[in-house]
């Protein structure tokens, strides 16, 4: 499956973002999607994911609150909804797709799929 993230871009402190990943190549439904993120000088982290069927989500405590995420498994697509964005959400945001354990939805190890990652910059 081949995944494209979009909607990256230069925002100020409390403002809105809308990422989205699209898939091609092969249906994103039978994937749980992460959403991970890499600033400069840091690991890659975990930021959201949500599990095929799209009942169940998970934030990383930094974003919880001010992300949700959502998917339309008909149109091949994960959003991203970022609210109140603050400047350590600066980072490049990928979003990846995998079948790994659901303990392990979190880790990068989950997923073997990524796209090619979204620059947010978020200024004070």
């Known amino acids: 499956v081949q995944l494209q993230a979009s909607g990256g871009g230069l925002v100020q402190a409390g403002g809105s973002l809308r990422l989205s990943c699209a898939a091609s190549g092969r249906a994103l439904s039978t994937y749980n999607t992460g959403w991970f993120r890499q600033a400069p000088g840091k690991e890659r982290e975990f930021v959201s994911a949500?599990?095929?069927?799209?009942?169940?989500?998970y934030f990383a405590d930094a974003v919880k609150g001010r992300f949700t995420v959502s998917r339309n498994n008909a149109e091949n697509t994960v959003w991203l909804q970022m609210n109140s964005l603050k400047p350590e959400d600066t980072a490049v945001y990928y979003c990846a797709a995998g079948r790994g354990t659901l303990g392990l939805i979190r880790s990068t190890s989950s997923y073997g799929y990524w796209g090619q990652g979204t620059q947010v910059t978020v200024s004070s």
């Open positions: 949500i599990r095929w069927s799209g009942g169940y989500t």
